[in-house]
């Protein structure tokens, strides 16, 4: 594996005690702590953060965490505290940013499929705006807000139909899937807003694809979402925002995506002298690269094919490898002055589909430590107790203090809901 440049985890470096995040040893984390356990870095999350707001600097604009991507309280909490908004997909996700001190008047609420009760729980909480992104939708919210004597902010996410040119099943913003209303229907869907007693149009939201590394695509989504915004204008609706959306990538392995800066430029100049706020809804350029997975190598399993190094995080644990054949660089914790072997890194669960890293070139022994990088985003929040396994610790990080943010899970905590027949 070359690995020779800088970490994609800026706050992570070879120290005299191995791997290093901020000022605490990898090792360390894991002699107290155990494995598997996700480690993030406050500095790295706090970086990344600060990056969109200075991009965004004399604009008015509102950084929208997507809480899915991390989901963890004290993550939440290092955002609010640095006067984020959230983009939240659940009542649940609401419940998370109130708990960890977010403002409900920087939340939206994105989704195809809110309930009643998450409606009323968002309206209660006096969210900034749902994205809505049906007529069903609108009709339903409409009747809700109204028996709550309250009138919803909207926004319609539209679909503008742009290939985003990333992996298809993270790409959302094109005419054949599930997400936002067609840009022909928005116009007439507005018109019906408008007219709707209990609601109040206040925006337009997009959002095309996750893991963007060309910057052309949503420039073009954004050029059709202003030709539609001065359309609506000239049908007497105006707008008090313009979200678009996340998306933007990270480097993961070789992978050159638009800076921060960059990516926002061209957003800016198109929008540049508009009266209307800029939204955005970074999830993975926020803490993607702000964490990692560490794990210890049960195994090592030579073969005459395949060597294995069985290692005790699994995919219920990080599922994008066996979910989208992703690639997360795999550092040993201590360097060791061995020949390098190739293998596979799998967990020990009961599916082929089980690997973490395939064909890596590693100088290890049995018990050795390995992280896994760029596992800040949609590691944790993706995963699962499939196996009857219980979920890994998390650990954030903050200089020398290592905060046990998540307790590992235990096997009793994974039955307490169910009832044995007696
Ligand atoms: C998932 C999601 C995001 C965050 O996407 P990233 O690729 O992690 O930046 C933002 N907005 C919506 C509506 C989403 O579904």
Redesign the pocket.
């Given at each position: 594996m070359t690995m020779n440049e800088d970490f994609p985890i800026a706050t992570l470096r070879q120290g005299a005690q191995g791997l290093m995040i901020e000022e605490i040893a990898l090792a360390d984390i894991a002699a107290r702590f155990g494995t598997p356990t996700y480690v993030y870095s406050r500095a790295a999350l706090t970086t990344a953060f600060n990056s969109w707001r200075q991009a965004l600097a004399g604009r008015e604009a509102l950084v929208c965490c997507?809480v899915?991507?991390n989901p963890n309280l004290a993550v939440l909490s290092v955002f609010a505290r640095l006067g984020a908004g959230f983009?939240i997909?659940s009542g649940g996700e609401l419940s998370r940013v109130l708990a960890a001190g977010g403002r409900a008047d920087r939340v939206v609420f994105?989704g195809v499929g809110k309930s009643r009760a998450e409606m009323r729980q968002a309206l209660d909480a006096d969210i900034a705006c749902f994205?809505v992104e049906s007529a069903a939708e609108l009709d339903r919210l409409n009747e809700v807000a109204g028996e709550m004597g309250k009138t919803a902010p909207i926004a319609l996410r539209v679909n503008p139909d742009v290939d985003p040119k990333t992996h298809p099943y993270i790409s959302?913003g094109l005419k054949n899937n599930k997400f936002g209303v067609a840009f022909v229907e928005a116009l007439a869907l507005y018109q019906r807003a408008a007219g709707l007693p209990h609601l109040r149009v206040r925006g337009i939201a997009c959002?095309i694809g996750?893991?963007l590394l060309d910057p052309t695509p949503i420039q073009e989504a954004a050029s059709r979402v202003l030709a539609l915004v001065d359309r609506l204008a000239a049908a007497g609706i105006g707008l008090d925002h313009i979200d678009l959306?996340?998306?933007?990538g990270i480097r993961y392995q070789d992978e050159t995506p638009p800076t921060i800066a960059d990516y926002l430029a061209p957003l800016l100049d198109l929008t540049q002298g508009r009266p209307e706020a800029l939204f955005f809804?970074?999830?993975?350029?926020l803490t993607g690269n702000a964490g990692l997975l560490l794990t210890r190598i049960e195994y090592l399993k030579p073969g005459e094919e395949k060597n294995f190094a069985i290692v005790d995080a699994a995919m219920n644990d990080l599922a994008r490898p066996a979910l989208y054949d992703s690639w997360h660089a795999v550092i040993p914790v201590q360097a060791r002055a061995l020949p390098p072997r190739r293998y596979d890194v799998v967990g020990p669960i009961c599916e082929s589909g089980d690997f973490l890293a395939q064909a890596r070139d590693l100088a290890v022994l049995e018990g050795d430590l390995l992280a896994l990088l760029s596992a800040g985003?949609y590691g944790m929040s993706m995963s699962s107790n499939y196996n009857t396994r219980p979920r890994a610790a998390e650990i954030l990080v903050d200089g020398s203090t290592a905060h046990l943010v998540r307790e590992r899970e235990t096997v009793e905590s994974l039955f307490k809901l169910e009832h044995p027949l007696d």
């Open positions: 997507a899915k991507a983009d997909v994105s994205n959302t959002h996750s893991q959306g996340g998306g933007l809804e970074p999830g993975r350029s985003a």
